[in-house]
């Protein structure tokens, strides 16, 4: 079935450094692609969406570009900041025989020290 | 402002023992989902709904089943715990942005089942 895969379970860094998550993905077509972020204590929220190929997502200053030759959605910052520090996951957008879903990456920790 | 209330929290069941989690959302969304989050595996999906009365399977549903009585409640039930259900769930409702697929979900804080 549909999947995204994200290679880093944990990433390490400090303020102002440059933030790069990988995703990719495993799908026929052009599924929806998603980022979410989740705060300690907190269910996930929703950080941005594409569904086009070259399209931009972004928000809060982070950034990604849907690539349908690479099937990547990789999220960008140029800047983090301690208040990043979170566990970011990548989804793609899905439907069954009823209904439509998300499926979800591992996840990846952000750890950002000042 | 977009509410998904689950209850309860945190809850200790023992191994054979019924459990029932519950989440109600305020956003008169059609959609409802209940996933599992696990070191390692992220976030799974058990069961969603596309409306009242309406439960499909996820992609990992044995084990649990789901009801939807109505627009605003969507349960998860786990009719004999084992101790491999233990983990955090999130239930989350999804609005109908955009085409198959596009939606937004909207999250609950989570409930915290341990099985002993």
């Known amino acids: 079935g549909d999947s995204v895969t994200q290679t880093e379970g944990q990433v390490a860094l400090s303020e102002e450094d440059f933030l790069t998550i990988h995703c990719n993905y495993s799908a026929s077509g052009y599924p929806a692609l998603f980022w979410y972020v989740q705060y300690p204590g907190e269910g996930p929220q929703f950080l941005f969406r594409?569904?086009?190929?070259?399209e931009k997502g972004s928000s809060r200053g982070f950034e990604a570009t849907y690539d349908k030759g690479t099937t990547s959605f990789h999220l960008r910052k140029a800047s983090v900041q301690e208040s990043d520090s979170a566990v970011y996951y990548c989804?793609?957008?899905?439907?069954?025989?009823?209904?439509?879903?998300?499926?979800f990456g591992t996840g990846t920790k952000l750890q950002v020290v000042p | 402002e977009a509410a998904v209330t689950q209850s309860p929290r945190n809850k200790v069941a023992v191994t054979g023992g019924k459990v029932t989690l519950s989440c109600n959302q305020t956003n008169n969304h059609n959609n409802m989902y209940w996933y599992r989050q696990d070191t390692g595996h992220g976030l799974r999906l058990i069961h969603y709904s596309y409306g009242a009365g309406s439960t499909e399977k996820g992609d990992i549903p044995d084990g649990y089943k789901a009801s939807r009585p109505s627009q605003e409640n969507f349960s998860l039930i786990l009719e004999l715990a084992t101790p491999s259900q233990t983990s955090v769930y999130f239930c989350?409702?999804?609005?109908?942005?955009?085409?198959?697929?596009?939606?937004?979900?909207?999250f609950g804080a989570g409930t915290r089942l341990s099985v002993l």
């Open positions: 989350a409702s999804g609005d109908s942005w955009g085409g198959v697929g596009q939606n937004t979900l909207y």
């Open positions: 989804a793609l957008g899905d439907r069954g025989n009823s209904g439509t879903y998300q499926r």
């Open positions: 594409a569904s086009r190929d070259k």
